[in-house]
């Protein structure tokens, strides 16, 4: 079966660090990808892992572990912008845009 | 380079009746996916397109269809229309396999169907 899992809340003081976990079941695996969303906003991608290991982007990174199914988010130096969801989604195949989706982790900001 | 556009942004239907949701993809793109996203949840994979043909469907019932044009842009048509069917639906495209970035998904800001 396919299922995806990571928490539905957190929250976090601005300038601090909050690491989003997520944790996959699936079928096939082609890379795990991290997307931000807004409220009423359209995803916007932060991170692709397809490898183990550790991506970093700026203020971002993302790790992955395709033995343990696992994968985290890592938001630095947060900042009230920072407030959104944060979905984690797997491609299982090489050849299709499909991908699987949790249900997103909404993180809060506060001052 | 513009983005992915969707039209309408808000819609109300009734039970029963059909809808159709528009989606411009992003420049260079030739890939057009769709998902249905609903409230409180991540995105589900509804169908993909490419050079004009369905190329891959999730767990979407047949009243679920669409279409790919020439030049890239899709349409989403909903048959039948039920409750369960409000949600926001949002469009992606991406390059393609095989070519630069065919990894990454833009979406589109979606389309938010109310169904009363």
């Known amino acids: 079966g396919q299922n995806i899992d990571q928490p539905t809340e957190m929250t976090a003081t601005e300038g601090a660090i909050v690491q989003i976990n997520c944790t996959y079941q699936?079928?096939?695996?082609?890379?795990l990808f991290w997307y931000q969303q807004h409220a009423g906003e359209a995803p916007t991608f932060l991170s692709y892992n397809v490898l183990d290991g550790l991506e970093e982007k700026g203020r971002f990174s993302s790790f992955l572990s395709r033995s343990k199914g696992y994968s985290y988010l890592l938001l630095k130096e947060l900042q009230m912008k920072d407030s959104a969801s944060y979905l984690c989604?797997?491609?299982?195949?090489?050849?299709?845009?499909?991908?699987?989706f949790g249900t997103g982790t909404r993180l809060q900001v506060f001052p | 380079e513009t983005g992915v556009t969707q039209s309408p942004t808000h819609l109300i239907k009734t039970r029963g009746q059909q809808v159709t949701l528009r989606c411009s993809s992003q420049?260079?793109?030739?890939?057009v996916s769709w998902y249905q996203q609903a409230l409180g949840q991540g995105p589900q994979f509804i169908f993909q397109?490419?050079?004009?043909?369905?190329?891959g469907r999730g767990n979407f019932p047949p009243r679920f269809s669409g279409l790919q044009f020439p030049n890239y842009s899709s349409e989403l048509n909903v048959n039948a229309l039920e409750l369960d069917d409000s949600a926001l639906y949002l469009c992606a495209s991406s390059p393609g396999q095989g070519r630069v970035g065919a990894n990454v998904l833009t979406f589109g800001a979606g389309s938010r169907l109310t169904v009363l």
């Open positions: 699936t079928s096939g695996f082609n890379g």
């Open positions: 989604a797997v491609r299982e195949s090489y050849n299709t845009d499909k991908l699987i």
């Open positions: 397109y490419y050079r004009e043909e369905e190329n």
């Open positions: 420049s260079g793109h030739n890939t």
